[in-house]
Nanobody, 126 residues
Framework: VQLQASGGGLVQAGGSLRLSCAAS????????VGWFRQAPGKEREFVAV????????YYADSVKGRFTISRDNAKKTVYLQMNSLNAEDTGDYYC????????????????????WGQGTLVTVSS
């Protein structure tokens, strides 16, 4: 499975962006996909995860109510709609896929993911 994230950019505080994670490989549609982010000088942190079928999602408390993760398996793409952005949302955003379950607490751990895309930079100006 290969993943490619896109959609990052510069946005003012309060604005919105939609990130996309395009995948290749048959197994993608059977895998949960997560979004993570990493701010300069900080560790990579969990943002959101979606089950292989799209019916189950989990969010970090810091983005709950502002971000929405979704997927279209026919297009082999996972999306992250980000609204009400603030400066703390600035960082490189990565999508990743794993063989385990989305409901597994390990789904929030970067080390438990098997495939990663390159990052896409989101910069929120205040």
């Amino acid at each position: 499975v290969q993943l490619q994230a896109s959609g990052g950019g510069l946005v003012q505080a309060g604005g919105s962006l939609r990130l996309s994670c395009a995948a290749s490989g048959r197994a993608f549609s059977t895998m949960p996909v997560g979004w993570f982010r990493q701010a300069p000088g900080k560790e990579r942190e969990f943002v959101a995860v979606i089950s292989w079928g799209g019916g189950t999602t989990y969010y970090a408390d810091s983005v709950k109510g502002r971000f929405t993760i979704s997927r279209d398996n026919a297009k082999k793409t996972v999306y992250l709609q980000m609204n009400s952005l603030n400066a703390e949302d600035t960082g490189d955003y990565y999508c990743a896929a794993r063989r385990g379950a989305s409901s597994d607490p390990e789904a929030q751990m970067p080390s438990r993911y098997d495939y990663w895309g390159q990052g896409t930079l989101v910069t929120v100006s205040s």
